[in-house]
């Protein structure tokens, strides 16, 4: 019961797949890049070849990265550990009065008001996450992703190991076991984080999910629904306060003088890990190819049947990513949103900033600046035109997802070519190879 589910969620063979890409973020390999590819000899405001006709001596790299940096990432970060707090009060400030509640007479609008409260304040951290999963950089990619899998377990998930942990903080130990007081930093980053949250907030059985009850289960099924309740929220506040310090970590780690902000802002400059400023323009891109994997393939891609998933090879909407609270396709839109940002430099709307786009144009590509543009316009509109939930709408209007999944196959098309070889760029070592 230790083991990840999957049930309702992508087949393991896929979560093993996105884990080992998760943990291959922000890295690279020789296995396949752009023709004028800089090996780190050259200087990092030339390409070190002619880049398909382009000379890109003249563009400012490392004014592309201190401002993908400052104006676009940083503030990504730093946007979800503030919604991390409100999430821990809010969820806190449920629980209070969740726990006041003990007879059939008791009003129950203030606690659904609250608890109303914090699951939309789940929602908007799992909106400002779903931006900061477009920017696996650093400390949410160091140690095969630990932070970050803490934060978001993706796909892996067990809804049995949450109700474990549920009934473990209820009696401060594990499976009932004096010698082992509980502590959920300990715990494995499947009974942590968003996912879980998910589960203790939004799911209505109050049930457990194990096959077979171990001995701190024992009777949970026959609780009042009330007590079960209270049970969820007192633990929801652990997991929420845990999410705000994991957060906390992730800004703090980011911004620390010896920090990766600077490490990127610093590219090229002696005793920096990146050679050259164009390394660390590689190391920003290799973040855009979420887009390809994570989400054609498997926020998309999978539900659709266009790979085995828990139906076979069919349309299967109990595999879409977030199936309890309904908020997948709202995570597909904040995808596609932090793709944009990253590429342009900023949010559409606020002042024009160096970016990817810039960079193409100055390397004598801007169709495939003005390609990559408009498929990202594409794939927002046919997002956009799904007016049920992305589960719903697999069930009832596929035809709309498909187009969804085609328009982002737009994008990344250009991304694994044209883009990587007019910027002499390398693909990251997930992508290598797959053309697909």
Known sequence: MNSVSKLRYIPLAFSVLLTMSLSGCGESTSGQSGSAFDDGNNNGGDSGGDNNGGDTSSFDEKAMIAGLVDQVITPTFTAFQSETASLYNDVKSYC??????DDSTTDFAARDARFDSAKQSWREAMTAWQQAELMLLGPLSANESALRNVIYSWPSKSLCGVDQDTAYFEDGVINQNSARPYDLKDRTFTRRGL?????????TSYTHNCSVENEALAGWNSRTEQSVRIARCQFATEVSKDLNENAQSLVSQWNAEDGYANELKNAGEAGNSFATPLKAVNAISDALFYLDKEVK???LGIPLGQFTNSCGMSVCSKDVENSISMHSLENLKANLMAFEKLFLGNEIGSEAQLGFDDFLIESNAEDTRNLMVSGINDAKAATNAIETSLYDALNND?????????KVKDVTDQLKNDFINKLALELPKTSAGDND
């Open 195 to 203: 996912l879980s949250l998910e589960h203790l907030l939004f799911n």
């Open 398 to 406: 596929s035809d709309k997802v498909e187009t969804t999944h085609a």
């Open 297 to 299: 393939d498997f926020k």
């Open 96 to 101: 209070e009065v969740e726990q006041t509640i």
